[in-house]
């Protein structure tokens, strides 16, 4: 195995990266983004409230925060590929199950225990660790073009609206299941640990890589913001707890997933309120993803370009902005207003945030630094969807969720600049505890 990857034309972090770009667009149509094409359907033939179908969600990410670590060590343990092949069969197993669901009880267990959780595996830390192992200085440009694949799996959620239409949500549920395990399985199997282990060096690097980019073409203006080269760092898992930085950038990541995911199960309903038909609102929800590629990709780029923190807090303000807009859209020319303003900024707040938390801690522990990022961040996971539905509840509209939103935004473009990178003592590879941040 060694010999045959070292062997290729073609450095095989790319088939990782194209395996895991796959592996996100089969997450995102099915899951991340397809799960909001079936809420109001379960809630027309159900009459369960939006809170009550919402908190299936909600407590899918309590579950997935509470095994975030137990996952991370898992997978810096046995590798990306075993957990992301558990995954997909759980995935495929969770819809199947749901086709034949009948109550919120049994809604609840068949969506948290199997399809979520088998999600988690498959296209959430896996991933990400598999491209993160692959790629130090292209992990920006790597991870955009993985993040991409979230952006067209969410631009494919008209289907499954089309399809809820025609053969109904339970047959829908079926589908997604075969599709699941009939892409999934083998997109499992391209993925691999460290480089180092089959005698690579990450980003198909040699000894004599020049690993320091030049700012000399650089306009004096930009240099002030211009990514600084520094020495890949590897933080244990317990190292990174005690630094600021990873409180901090848990506090932005936390922020953004409040948002976000609010944003992602709530929208179709949103458009449906102000008079969208349901092919319509799912069609806007999939230009929206669609859209969010040029800043998956693009925002990764800069992240390798510029300080990842400088690109972040351009992307949370213009995100701001665009749910300013978002407060008064009627027709579908508005909508598309806010998707263009929305979308790339939207996109744009992922990538840099794995790449920025690379560049902290280092790819040793990578995955296990992911799953406390996930633990940490549960109170905006559980409580930002069950809070835009509750609100809507009460008000019978979204403003309330959307103007708390816009203050969450302009407050993490902040808040992301004074995250420093911490520095570790001299004692750290004995296992020592890191300093100050700078």
């Given at each position: 195995m060694m010999g045959l990857l070292r062997g290729r034309k073609v450095f095989y972090g790319w088939w990782i990266v194209v395996a895991s770009t796959l592996g996100a667009a089969l997450g995102g149509w099915v899951f991340a983004y397809g799960v909001g094409a079936f809420f109001m359907p379960l809630v027309n033939?159900?009459?369960?409230?939006?809170?009550?179908?919402?908190?299936?969600?909600?407590?899918?990410?309590?579950?997935?925060?509470?095994?975030?670590?137990?996952e991370g060590m898992l997978i810096d343990r046995f590798g990306p590929k075993v957990m992301m092949l558990t995954g997909v069969i759980l995935m495929g197993l969770g819809y199947g199950l749901l086709s034949q669901v009948n109550s919120l009880v049994a809604y609840y267990i068949f969506f948290i225990g199997f399809l979520a959780l088998g999600a988690s595996f498959a296209t959430g830390t896996?991933?990400?660790?598999?491209?993160?192992?692959?790629?130090?200085?292209?992990r920006g440009l790597a991870m955009g073009i993985m993040n991409a694949g979230w952006g067209l799996g969410g631009a494919a959620v008209p289907l499954l609206a089309l399809l809820i239409a025609t053969v109904g949500w339970?047959?829908?549920?079926?589908?997604?299941?075969?599709?699941?395990?009939?892409?999934?399985?083998?997109?499992a199997m391209v993925m691999r640990g460290q480089p180092e282990k089959y005698g690579l060096l990450p980003?198909?690097?040699?000894?004599?890589?020049?690993?320091?980019?030049s700012t000399r073409r650089l306009p004096r203006f930009l240099k002030f913001v211009w990514a600084v080269p520094r020495r890949e760092v590897d933080f244990t898992a317990p190292q990174a707890?005690?630094?600021?930085?990873?409180?901090?950038?848990?506090?932005?990541?936390?922020?953004?997933?409040?948002?976000?995911?609010?944003?992602?199960?709530h929208l179709i309903p949103l458009f449906e309120d102000v008079g969208f038909g349901p092919e319509l609102a799912a069609t806007v929800l999939g230009i929206l993803t669609m859209t969010s590629v040029a800043g998956r990709f693009g925002f990764g780029w800069l992240a390798d370009v510029f300080d990842k923190r400088y690109v972040l807090a351009f992307c949370y303000a213009t995100m701001a902005l665009a749910l300013v807009v978002l407060l008064d859209v009627r027709t579908f020319w508005q909508a598309m207003v806010f998707v263009l303003l929305y979308a790339p900024a939207y996109g744009g707040t992922a990538t840099p945030t794995h790449s920025l938390r690379g560049e902290l801690f280092g790819r040793k522990s990578f995955a296990s630094i992911h799953g406390l990022f996930l633990f940490t961040a549960m109170w905006a996971t559980i409580g930002g969807p069950i809070f835009a539905g509750y609100t809507f509840d009460v008000t019978r509209s979204y403003h309330v969720a959307l103007v708390t939103f816009i203050a969450m935004s302009a407050v993490i473009s902040i808040l992301v600049l004074l995250i420093g990178h911490p520095k570790p003592s001299p004692k750290l590879a004995a296992g020592g505890k890191a300093t100050r941040d700078d």
């Open positions: 033939e159900f009459g369960w409230s939006r809170a009550a179908l919402s908190g299936a969600l909600s407590l899918a990410r309590l579950e997935g925060g509470l095994s975030g670590p137990l896996s991933l990400y660790t598999a491209v993160a192992y692959w790629f130090v200085r292209k339970r047959s829908t549920f079926l589908i997604a299941a075969v599709t699941i395990w009939v892409l999934g399985i083998p997109l980003d198909g690097d040699t000894p004599s890589t020049e690993l320091t980019p707890v005690r630094s600021r930085a990873f409180w901090m950038l848990s506090l932005v990541w936390g922020g953004r997933m409040f948002i976000t995911g609010s944003m992602n199960l």
